[in-house]
């Protein structure tokens, strides 16, 4: 399947989603924050990169805005997953630059779903 950075600092979310990625066959790349997720993205180079938003440090939307100026990493698609459930902040996502926008909480399937979706 696909490789895919998974950034997301609550870590009982981020064995959830990493179990249902990789019950699906994907190799995950975990991090915690978005400094080591750019590290990882440029290191790795994934097939997709999923961000939480709201983290210490760095947002998701400048992790986002950051990885799609870099000439290594602005092409891999970024899936945002996010509490922020407001419409403003789904447009926002996608003008930074993600290719979708996955509100929690949210079932197996539809993020299962929405992964496949970017990825192919």
Same mark, same amino acid.
């Given at each position: 399947?696909?490789?895919?950075?998974?950034?997301?600092?609550?870590?009982?979310?981020?064995?959830?989603? &990493?179990?249902?990625?990789?019950?699906?066959?994907?190799?995950?790349?975990?991090?915690?924050?978005?400094?080591?997720?750019?590290?990882?993205?440029?290191?790795?180079?994934?097939?997709?990169?999923?961000?939480?938003?709201?983290?210490?440090?760095?947002?998701?939307? &400048?992790?986002?805005?950051?990885?799609?100026?870099?000439?290594?990493?602005?092409?891999?698609?970024?899936?945002?997953?996010?509490?922020?459930? #407001?419409?403003?902040?789904?447009?926002?996502?996608?003008?930074?630059?993600?290719?979708?926008?996955?509100?929690?909480?949210?079932?197996?399937? #539809?993020?299962?779903?929405?992964?496949?979706?970017?990825?192919?």
């Amino acid at each position: 399947m696909s490789k895919v950075l998974l950034v997301e600092d609550n870590p009982s979310l981020l064995n959830l989603m &990493e179990s249902y990625l990789e019950d699906a066959g994907h190799t995950v790349i975990c991090a915690t924050d978005a400094k080591k997720a750019v590290e990882q993205a440029v290191t790795h180079q994934p097939d997709i990169i999923i961000t939480d938003i709201v983290m210490p440090g760095m947002s998701g939307f &400048e992790l986002c805005r950051s990885l799609k100026k870099h000439p290594i990493t602005g092409s891999i698609p970024i899936m945002m997953c996010s509490s922020k459930n #407001q419409e403003i902040d789904r447009l926002w996502g996608m003008k930074q630059g993600a290719a979708a926008y996955l509100t929690k909480p949210f079932s197996r399937e #539809q993020f299962l779903r929405t992964v496949n979706l970017v990825v192919n």
